[in-house]
């Protein structure tokens, strides 16, 4: 059974950094585009960042570019996202997700292949 499972979330006040962390079990974690979103309660989940299969192409979502930064290992089948210049608006569950391909991640309802089960991240003001 394939698990995603984020760690790094936490409290931090604004202007502050976290590093979020996915690790998988994917076998073939090489072959998979990886991406992050974010969701609160009562609303949508939102695209926030993916990589393509080779990481040598990122997306981001307007409200986060220029602070945030996904990256991939592939030794270690895990993925990140390093959080920079946090503001309240932030504050949200931060979701791992995986897809054969990247552009399926950036679809409007994103196609995603496997979810993690999410990371807190709270910003305070």
């Known amino acids: 059974q394939v698990q995603l499972v984020e760690s790094g979330g936490g409290l931090v006040q604004a202007g502050g950094s976290l590093r979020l962390s996915c690790a998988t079990s994917?076998?073939?974690?090489?072959?998979?585009?990886m991406g992050w979103f974010r969701q609160n309660p009562g609303k949508e989940r939102d695209f926030v960042a993916a990589?393509?299969?080779?990481?040598?192409?990122?997306y981001y979502a307007d409200s986060v570019k220029g602070r945030f930064t996904i990256s991939r290992d592939a030794a270690k089948t895990t993925v990140y996202l390093q959080m920079n210049s946090l503001q309240p608006d932030d504050t949200a569950d931060y979701y791992c997700?995986?897809?054969?391909?990247?552009?399926?991640?950036?679809?409007?309802?994103?196609?995603?292949?496997?979810w993690g089960q999410g990371t807190q991240v709270t910003v305070s003001s």
């Open positions: 990589i393509t299969v080779s990481g040598s192409r990122t």
């Open positions: 994917l076998r073939t974690f090489s072959t998979y585009g």
């Open positions: 997700a995986a897809a054969l391909s990247t552009s399926r991640l950036r679809d409007d309802p994103p196609q995603v292949d496997y």
